[in-house]
């Protein structure tokens, strides 16, 4: 029984510190999120307000692409601070059971859960904001001839766009590698992209002003929408594969496969896998030798789960053994 209980409490401890440690990446993660906020509202209210006085709707659609920036990255902090949130006794509204022990390790664990359901409502939100910026820019396009030209101040607002975005993507390229941050490696690539956008829109305007050319930027703002449409309906492809518990076939063989390296582990009869927010679980039923004893078969999953946590940083491993009827039925024989 002391066993049983030593046991127990040493699974507790484990999952309590990968889970402590997953969740202090996430704060620190937010700090610098809050830093993209202050950043992406300034870049888009300056070329918002330029846009309108310099006649761009190329500077307009990529201040509203910068919104929709501000946008998901709010709603990212909301839900990485709910799965974060540790000591709160409710999830959206309900109240959580109190439970002992291993339970309330993996209440904690459906936590992470809320930072992809509110990633994905950031991605209706992007592809409206995109359905926003190609209407505005066709409607503009169809009165190019009497519309007014962009002016020498699109292309200040332009320019301080491209600057601020290279200060954005360097801040969460350089803070996701320090953290070791999903979340912020790929900000950083959004970031990245929302570089490229901001200085295309820099040369569009420049371009229109300079050759006098009116259907230009209204048609590079519609480019610019359709690759925020783009970016929208990705996020809410890989959110949806994520709440539908989807894990990529060729990572689910190789974790087969790694298993299947141990001696003792006869087949993988039944596998299933999936992610809780950025975080990779398992259950898994092996076969077994029938003579296997139970100190064994301890050890045999305790040395899977810690191999599979090592390779794959997968946080919870649950494995449940069967014996293998083919051994009994080669004895017998």
């Known amino acids: 029984m002391n066993n049983l209980a030593q046991y127990l409490k040493r699974e507790h401890t484990h999952l309590s510190e990968i889970e402590a440690a ?14 993209n906020i202050g950043i992406y509202l300034a870049i888009t209210a300056i070329e918002y307000w330029l846009a309108s ?8 659609a990529d201040a509203m692409n910068n919104l929709s920036g501000v946008m998901s ?10 799965a974060t949130d540790s000591d709160d006794h409710f999830l959206v509204g309900k109240r959580i ?5 291993r339970n309330d390790e993996r209440m904690q664990l459906s936590r992470f859960r809320m930072e992809t359901i509110f990633t994905l409502i950031t991605s209706f939100i992007i592809i409206f904001i995109s359905g926003q910026i190609i209407y505005q820019s066709l409607h503009a396009l169809l009165t190019a001839g009497i519309s007014h030209h962009p002016n020498i101040y699109s292309a200040y607002g332009a320019g301080t766009a491209t600057v601020l975005m290279a200060v954005v993507w360097w801040w969460n390229w350089h803070n996701g590698k320090r953290l070791k941050s999903s979340v912020l490696m790929a900000a950083s690539k959004d970031s990245m992209g929302d570089v490229a956008t901001s200085f295309g829109t820099l040369v569009t305007v420049l371009a229109a002003f300079l050759f006098d050319i009116p259907w230009l930027d209204s048609t590079v703002s519609i480019i610019i929408g359709l690759f925020v449409l783009w970016s929208g309906l990705v996020i809410f492809q890989e959110s949806t594969l994520n ?6 076939p060729d990572l689910e063989n190789r974790i087969k496969k790694a298993v299947l390296n141990f001696s003792e582990v006869h087949q993988v009869r039944e596998f299933r896998s999936r992610y809780i927010g950025d975080v990779l679980v398992v259950e898994m039923l092996i076969m077994v030798d029938p003579d ?19 390779q794959f940083q997968i946080v919870d491993v649950v494995t449940q053994a069967v014996p293998d009827p083919g051994e009994d039925s080669n004895r017998n024989e």
Not at 22 to 35: G, H, P, Y
Not at 97 to 101: D, T, W
Not at 243 to 248: N, P
């Open 22 to 35: 997953e969740i202090k990446r996430l704060q620190r993660a937010l700090k610098s999120l809050w830093v």
């Open 53 to 60: 006085i310099g006649h761009s709707q190329a500077l307009r």
């Open 73 to 82: 990255t709010f709603f990212l902090i909301v839900g990485l601070h709910t």
């Open 97 to 101: 059971p109190l439970l002992n022990g």
């Open 243 to 248: 709440l539908a518990d989807y894990v990529d």
């Open 292 to 310: 296997m004893d139970v100190m064994r078969l301890y050890e045999l999953t305790e040395r899977i789960e810690k191999r599979l946590e090592k």
